[in-house]
């Protein structure tokens, strides 16, 4: 098992205006499960492919425990790398994909039919090793790619979106199941995904990414309860956060016909802007009779548990300079308001987030 460094590292394809990865620091603990998630061409594939050596770094460096691997071939990184199309061979059995590589290690056979078998238990794959792919489910040939990966005993796992071949049950149970095996295995393992539930569910630490910049590393939790800017606050959650921009008045930030609180000292954080943007997850809103930020229904999602509402504020002003904006309350009343109507919501202080929407950067 190893650490992995990124220090400011870059990767600029040949013709491009802008570096596809820029300047990326980034310290992976041993053992740890990090996730790389942002929107596509954001540049987290970018990054794991620079770790495995399959891209070039134009600058700086990756080093994996005490070893500066920025120019080592692939092969001499002690790597494993699980693709997104499994990449299996369809003439071999199970088995013989997944000792394919001990193979062209010459490790002994006794010895690569021990590794194939343990892997084989882990997974779940033992009355499969001698099918051919085409005889696998899409969950089972996954499951074949990362048990070759296992075989190999690296010191880093790399995965790039593993999942996003399969349905989405069986994303779900196999997401658990990566999970709870690189816990076992206690493996470093980096994966990328776009799917922002994989990386709240999966990662030890989440690292969001936006046009080849880091925005935010931090725990799943701490990224959704004190995201670092506008960009991490609307990408992570789901539904997403409310973020609404509104006028300063006394006493916080008017939305609509309705006064969000906000401390003076958080106000005094922004001097000389008339206009901050607030963010209120759907889950913190309250159904109110007194009081709260308007909103006409326009839609209703029942899904037995909860609901969701989904409309605009109600009086927002005509001439306000941008459109009123869309509004998500997750709900748990039984009795849910109908299309069409006009509820009240009210949020606690403590869960209202301020952003400056000068700067994109979190000010509360």
Same mark, same amino acid.
């Given at each position: 098992?190893?650490?992995?460094?990124?220090?400011?590292?870059?990767?600029?394809?040949?013709?491009?205006?802008?570096?596809?990865?820029?300047?990326?620091?980034?310290?992976?603990?041993?053992?740890?499960?990090?996730?790389?998630?942002?929107?596509?061409?954001?540049?987290?594939?970018?990054?794991?492919?620079?770790?495995?050596?399959?891209?070039?770094?134009?600058?700086?460096?990756?080093?994996?425990?005490?070893?500066?691997?920025?120019?080592?071939?692939?092969?001499?990184?002690?790597?494993?790398?699980?693709?997104?199309?499994?990449?299996?061979?369809?003439?071999?059995?199970?088995?013989? /994909?997944?000792?394919? &590589?001990?193979?062209?290690?010459?490790?002994?056979?006794?010895?690569? +039919?021990? $590794? !194939? @078998? #343990?892997?084989?238990?882990?997974?779940?794959?033992?009355?499969?090793?001698?099918?051919?792919?085409?005889?696998?489910?899409?969950?089972?040939?996954?499951?074949?790619?990362?048990?070759?990966?296992?075989?190999?005993?690296?010191?880093?796992?790399?995965?790039?979106?593993?999942?996003?071949?399969?349905?989405?049950?069986?994303?779900?149970?196999?997401?658990?199941?990566?999970?709870?095996?690189?816990?076992?295995?206690?493996?470093?393992?980096?994966?990328?995904?776009?799917?922002?539930?994989?990386?709240?569910?999966?990662?030890?630490?989440?690292?969001?990414?936006?046009?080849?910049?880091?925005?935010?590393?931090?725990?799943?939790?701490?990224?959704?309860?004190?995201?670092? /800017?506008?960009?991490? &606050?609307?990408?992570?959650?789901?539904?997403?956060?409310?973020?609404? +921009?509104? $006028? !300063? @008045? #006394?006493?916080?930030?008017?939305?609509?016909?309705?006064?969000?609180?906000?401390?003076?000292?958080?106000?005094?954080?922004?001097?000389?802007?008339?206009?901050?943007?607030?963010?209120?997850?759907?889950?913190?809103?309250?159904?109110?009779?007194?009081?709260?930020?308007?909103?006409?229904?326009?839609?209703?999602?029942?899904?037995?548990?909860?609901?969701?509402?989904?409309?605009?504020?109600?009086?927002?002003?005509?001439?306000?300079?941008?459109?009123?904006?869309?509004?998500?309350?997750?709900?748990?009343?039984?009795?849910?308001?109908?299309?069409?109507?006009?509820?009240?919501?009210?949020?606690?202080?403590?869960?209202?987030?301020?952003?400056?929407?000068?700067?994109?950067?979190?000010?509360?």
């Amino acid at each position: 098992m190893a650490t992995v460094s990124y220090r400011d590292a870059t990767r600029i394809f040949p013709g491009a205006d802008r570096p596809a990865v820029d300047g990326l620091t980034l310290e992976i603990g041993d053992g740890e499960f990090m996730v790389l998630v942002g929107p596509s061409g954001c540049g987290k594939s970018t990054s794991l492919r620079m770790l495995a050596g399959l891209e070039e770094v134009n600058s700086g460096s990756i080093w994996i425990g005490d070893t500066d691997v920025t120019n080592l071939p692939p092969k001499d990184r002690d790597i494993a790398m699980v693709f997104q199309n499994y990449a299996l061979y369809p003439h071999m059995t199970v088995a013989e /994909n997944m000792g394919f &590589a001990l193979r062209m290690q010459n490790v002994p056979r006794t010895e690569q +039919e021990q $590794r !194939v @078998t #343990e892997a084989a238990r882990l997974l779940g794959l033992k009355e499969f090793l001698h099918r051919k792919p085409k005889a696998l489910s899409g969950g089972q040939r996954q499951r074949v790619a990362m048990g070759r990966a296992i075989v190999r005993q690296p010191r880093v796992f790399l995965m790039d979106e593993p999942l996003s071949n399969l349905d989405a049950k069986l994303r779900v149970s196999t997401r658990t199941q990566i999970a709870a095996l690189q816990t076992r295995l206690g493996v470093t393992t980096v994966y990328v995904t776009h799917d922002q539930v994989e990386a709240m569910t999966m990662g030890d630490r989440v690292a969001v990414m936006k046009d080849g910049l880091l925005q935010q590393v931090d725990s799943p939790l701490a990224l959704y309860d004190t995201p670092r /800017n506008l960009f991490v &606050a609307g990408f992570i959650g789901s539904p997403a956060m409310n973020l609404i +921009e509104g $006028r !300063v @008045t #006394e006493g916080g930030v008017q939305v609509g016909d309705f006064v969000v609180p906000v401390s003076r000292e958080v106000l005094a954080k922004a001097p000389g802007e008339d206009v901050l943007t607030i963010g209120i997850r759907p889950e913190n809103f309250v159904l109110s009779e007194d009081g709260g930020i308007g909103m006409d229904v326009a839609v209703v999602e029942e899904l037995g548990a909860d609901s969701y509402l989904y409309g605009i504020p109600s009086s927002y002003p005509a001439d306000a300079p941008l459109p009123a904006p869309q509004l998500v309350a997750r709900i748990t009343s039984r009795r849910t308001p109908q299309k069409g109507s006009q509820v009240r919501l009210q949020v606690d202080p403590e869960y209202v987030h301020v952003f400056s929407p000068r700067t994109g950067d979190r000010i509360s």
